[in-house]
């Protein structure tokens, strides 16, 4: 069973200083690839890096059971939750 290559119909146009051009096709040839390919590399890689950031969230052990135990409790104050969101808004804010 072969795999067909997903289609290629969109397409982005870009301005950039030669230098940045010379110095991203030197690092393409380097990898062995065609400057676009390397540069679609790249770019889903970093892409792929800063959605995982946002949208996945990494708790301490004391964070998750705190977490935990905010959904046990009965609708009231919940100080060790918001303490772990301050926490972990902290961390995104560094």
């Known amino acids: 069973m072969t795999l067909s290559a997903p289609e290629k119909d969109e397409r982005i146009d870009i301005r950039l200083p030669a230098s940045l051009k010379q110095q ?6 380097y990898a062995g690839m065609p400057l676009s ?3 679609l590399s790249a770019a889903s890689e ?4 800063v959605i995982h950031q946002r949208e996945e969230i990494t708790l301490t052990q004391e964070d998750w ?3 935990l135990q905010g959904l ?13 969101a301050q926490r972990y ?6």
């Open 65 to 67: 059971v705190a977490f």
């Open 37 to 39: 390919a390397f540069l």
């Open 24 to 29: 991203l096709g030197r690092a393409a040839s």
């Open 89 to 94: 808004a902290k961390r995104l804010s560094e």
């Open 72 to 84: 046990d409790e009965e609708d009231k104050e919940r100080p060790r939750l918001k303490e772990a």
């Open 46 to 49: 970093r892409a792929s890096q």
